[in-house]
Structure formats: structure tokens, C-alpha cells
């Protein structure tokens, strides 16, 4: 409830939303929480494909065909970025 109230906080703000990525660790590997958060974004014609959900491990579009909103899963590699991000700052 509590990502999906800020999504649409942020949402006035921008003045709309045209896409939704999921990333990060949970965003990334729980089909429920992803579940959950559309749930409450319905009302602004987000729609889930149920079965595209449940694909992990893979950047992939998860928006049913006729959701007004894109909604996608990234997977992230933090680890792997902070230690680029390390030895470019040291010149190693």
C-alpha cells in the first residue's frame, strides 16, 4: 500500500505516468509485491499480465495488452556496480 501511495504521489507531481519499472531486490523477484502494488494502481488503467509476472532473472515487460501503462522488471546488479563505480573513482 505504502509504494503504491507514493507511486501515486509522485504521479501528481509529474503529472502522470506513462511506465513503471520494478527493480532491486524485491522488486525484481517478488511476483506478489508487484501483484500488490497494481493492484492499487488499477484505477489508473495499470494492468498486470498474471502469467508474464511470473518470469524472473530476465529485463521483461510484465503490463497485460490493454493496460493504459507500461510496467516492466529490470534486473539490477548493485554489488557489481559499486565495485565499477570503486575502481573507476581509484584508477585501477
Not at 507531481?13 to 532491486?24: D, I, K, N
Not at 522488486?27 to 495499470?46: D, F, P
Not at 511470473?54 to 501503462?69: M, N, Q, Y
Request: glycine letters at 10%.
Amino acid at each position: 500500500y505504502r509504494a503504491a501511495r507514493e507511486i501515486g504521489s509522485l504521479m501528481m507531481a509529474a503529472g502522470g505516468l506513462e511506465a513503471l519499472v520494478f527493480t532491486g531486490g524485491i522488486g525484481e523477484n517478488s511476483q506478489y509485491v508487484r501483484n500488490k502494488v497494481i493492484g492499487y494502481l488499477e484505477w489508473m488503467g495499470a494492468k498486470l499480465d498474471p502469467e508474464l509476472n511470473k518470469v524472473r532473472g530476465k529485463a521483461h515487460c510484465i503490463h497485460a495488452a490493454d493496460s493504459k501503462v507500461a510496467l516492466a522488471v529490470i534486473p539490477t546488479n548493485e554489488e557489481w556496480m559499486i565495485a565499477h563505480h570503486t575502481t573507476s573513482l581509484l584508477g585501477l
